[in-house]
């Protein structure tokens, strides 16, 4: 094995690669690590160099790769991406879950089967959980969310429950 197979077998470091796709969002979260937002300059990994760099994980002895953002469903080509990264190695994907609607949602079908799972927030696999004081989840929300206030409560705790914590680590 090589030096980093080596580590991840003795769990001096985790075995999977993260890689970020993108860095813009539909929200703009106050919490948010990248600084993402619908507004920020778009600065995006390609499909190919993904798919090389998880190769190139492969080949040193990863065990997973993360796809995280921004928000990663925002690219249209996400899906198909996915299902070619999971002939590679078994794929993670972080979303806020706010976009899965239509034509996005009915692209995600040919991913049912495959070792590709969608990671909603709060329940990061590779970061430790963060309790949040009550004062901290209410600054932590997004500002969208804030402003929705006024609307319906049950649909407005559905929107907080997705899109809370995405990225806060
Ligand atoms: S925390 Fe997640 S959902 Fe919120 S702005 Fe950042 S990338 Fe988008």
Same mark, same amino acid.
Request: proline content about 7%; some cysteine.
């Given at each position: 094995?090589?030096?980093?197979?080596?580590?991840?077998?003795?769990?001096?470091?985790?075995?999977?690669?993260?890689?970020?796709?993108?860095?813009?969002?539909?929200?703009?979260?106050?919490?948010?690590?990248?600084?993402?937002?619908?507004? +920020? =300059?778009?600065?995006?990994?390609? /499909?190919?160099?993904? !798919?090389? *760099?998880? #190769?190139?994980?492969? %080949?040193?002895?990863?065990?997973?790769?993360?796809?995280?953002?921004?928000?990663?469903?925002?690219?249209?080509?996400?899906?198909?991406?996915?299902?070619?990264?999971?002939?590679?190695?078994?794929?993670?994907?972080?979303?806020?879950?706010?976009?899965?609607?239509?034509?996005?949602?009915?692209?995600?079908?040919?991913?049912?089967?495959?070792? +590709? =799972?969608?990671?909603?927030?709060? /329940?990061?696999?590779? !970061?430790? *959980?963060? #309790?949040?004081?009550? %004062?901290?989840?209410?600054?932590?929300?997004?500002?969208?969310?804030?402003?929705?206030?006024?609307?319906?409560?049950?649909?407005?705790?559905?929107?907080?429950?997705?899109?809370?914590?995405?990225?806060?680590?």
């Amino acid at each position: 094995m090589g030096a980093v197979a080596d580590a991840i077998a003795d769990g001096g470091m985790g075995g999977r690669l993260w890689l970020y796709s993108n860095y813009h969002c539909n929200l703009s979260c106050s919490y948010c690590l990248t600084e993402s937002s619908p507004g +920020v =300059r778009r600065r995006v990994l390609d /499909a190919a160099a993904i !798919l090389a *760099r998880a #190769r190139e994980a492969r %080949e040193l002895g990863f065990t997973g790769v993360g796809i995280t953002g921004g928000e990663p469903f925002l690219l249209a080509w996400m899906p198909a991406l996915l299902a070619e990264l999971a002939e590679i190695l078994p794929v993670i994907v972080l979303s806020n879950a706010t976009l899965f609607t239509g034509r996005r949602l009915a692209a995600l079908e040919p991913l049912a089967g495959l070792p +590709v =799972r969608i990671q909603t927030p709060g /329940a990061h696999p590779d !970061l430790p *959980r963060q #309790r949040l004081s009550a %004062e901290e989840r209410r600054d932590a929300r997004p500002e969208e969310l804030r402003q929705g206030d006024r609307g319906d409560p049950r649909a407005r705790r559905a929107r907080n429950r997705r899109a809370y914590r995405h990225h806060a680590g």
